[in-house]
């Protein structure tokens, strides 16, 4: 079974807990662990699509990871916003656990189907949105996703599900992440990132022949999504 759970938000030496922002945190880890045990089997794969650490440097983020590495499953991971104790897969790979593996701008073969991976970047129709700071760097993220899911695509006759932190899109409309996806064959996106009240519409969707579906750990009640097979080619290939 393929399963996907973003925003862990684990404390990573730093000593912040999520409680601050609301009753609804405390206790998330125990929450987590618990529900993942639960539902997850160790022949599984389970998908994390960032800011996994509050953590800054590597070695802060190491308990955090061996959390992560010690549940069901195997792991992969690609980088949030939040995630500042790593910076590109080579340094990830270094201190992860085994049965943890970084994937970021890059794809893999996992059999059934091909996994491609990237960050994304707040879209113009956020209300944070800033074009001097953030044009540049979304405009990165478009380039890093496509090549991501250019690297899937030719992985002949697979499958492919993608994995990005930031939401592909803020109001469930076209953009140019998600017109990437459509364009490349991609079948399922998870994503994260949004926390607090968000649309209903945000969370299980369908745009442009893609299923999009949130995985942030507040908006699941911090149990891993279940990934349903989805579109051509995908029927079983997740069951």
Same mark, same amino acid.
């Given at each position: 079974m393929l399963w996907a759970l973003s925003d862990l938000h684990l404390p990573g030496g730093t000593g912040k807990t999520m409680d601050r922002f609301g009753e609804g945190w405390?206790?998330? !880890?125990?929450?987590?662990?618990?529900?993942?045990?639960? %539902?997850?089997? /160790?022949?599984?794969?389970?998908?994390?699509?960032? /800011?996994?650490?509050?953590?800054? =440097?590597?070695?802060d983020a190491a308990d955090d990871l061996a959390f992560l590495g010690s549940l069901p499953g195997t792991k992969y991971i690609t980088r949030g916003n939040h995630d500042y104790w790593w910076k590109s897969r080579t340094q990830a790979a270094?201190?992860?656990?085994?049965?943890v593996h970084a994937l970021l701008d890059s794809a893999v073969d996992l059999g059934s189907? !091909?996994? %491609?991976?990237?960050?994304?970047?707040? &879209?113009?129709?956020?209300e944070h949105y800033? !074009?001097?700071? /953030? /044009?540049?760097?979304?405009?990165?993220?478009?380039? =890093?996703l496509k090549t991501a899911v250019e690297s899937a695509s030719g992985m002949t006759?697979?499958? &492919?599900?993608?994995?990005?932190h930031f939401a592909p899109t803020e109001d469930g409309g076209p953009s140019e992440f998600t017109r990437i996806l459509s364009d490349g064959g991609?079948?399922?996106c998870v994503f994260g990132h949004l926390h607090g009240t968000v649309s209903p519409g945000l969370s299980d969707f369908i745009l442009e022949g893609v299923r999009f579906i949130m995985c942030s750990a507040d908006q699941t009640g911090?149990?891993?999504?279940?990934?349903?097979?989805?579109?051509?080619?995908?029927?079983?290939? &997740?069951?």
């Open positions: 405390t206790g998330h !880890a125990e929450r987590i662990e618990a529900s993942w045990r639960g %539902c997850v089997g /160790d022949g599984d794969i389970v998908l994390v699509p960032g /800011d996994i650490s509050w953590a800054t =440097r590597p070695a270094a201190i992860l656990p085994e049965g189907f !091909a996994l %491609c991976a990237a960050r994304g970047w707040t &879209l113009p129709s956020s800033s !074009a001097d700071r /953030d /044009d540049p760097i979304l405009r990165r993220e478009f380039g =890093r006759g697979k499958p &492919l599900v993608a994995m990005m991609v079948s399922v911090f149990t891993p999504v279940r990934v349903p097979a989805w579109g051509s080619g995908m029927e079983g290939v &997740l069951t």
